[in-house]
């Protein structure tokens, strides 16, 4: 089983409830590549093809009657999309919001090293952008991590 799996490749495929409107938020928020995008008769996107910083991302419109509802139509998504960049999070963290993202979780350098921070998209998915700031030693780690938890466990939560 492993040798068949050789060279895969996990693509990620959003439902949304506006393709057009997604494909053209993907270009302004992350600055994506459109590689194709194939409409049906009425409009819809059947299928859309992009790249974001040379990994796809394909997407397509909700068709309920075919079983595939959006993120949005089904009240949110259990999977959060991470995207990792190696120079300047915070300008992309702000294109991602001025083109419509609203902040889930203000990006900041966080006790593992990275700088990350989560958006919601205008359909209902969830992006995480981060960059690695600090190399953190296991020991300097567990012990971040212990204080964090610690604050987050306190009225309040995280401050």
Known sequence: MAGQLKGATI?????????????DFYKKAFGAEILGVHKTPDGKVMHAE???GGARLMLADEFPGMGSGSA?????????LNLYVQEDVDGLFNQ?????GTVVMPL???FWGDRYGQIKDPFGHL??????????APEEMERRAR????QMAKPGGQE
């Open 50 to 52: 992009l790249s974001v």
């Open 11 to 23: 693509i990620a495929h959003l439902i949304v409830n506006d393709g057009p409107k997604a494909v």
């Open 127 to 136: 992006w995480a952008l981060g960059q690695h700031v600090e190399d953190v």
């Open 96 to 100: 991602a919001v001025g083109a419509g």
């Open 147 to 150: 204080e964090a938890f610690a």
């Open 72 to 80: 949005k139509t089904l009240g949110g998504s259990p999977v959060v």
């Open 108 to 110: 900041a350098n966080q």
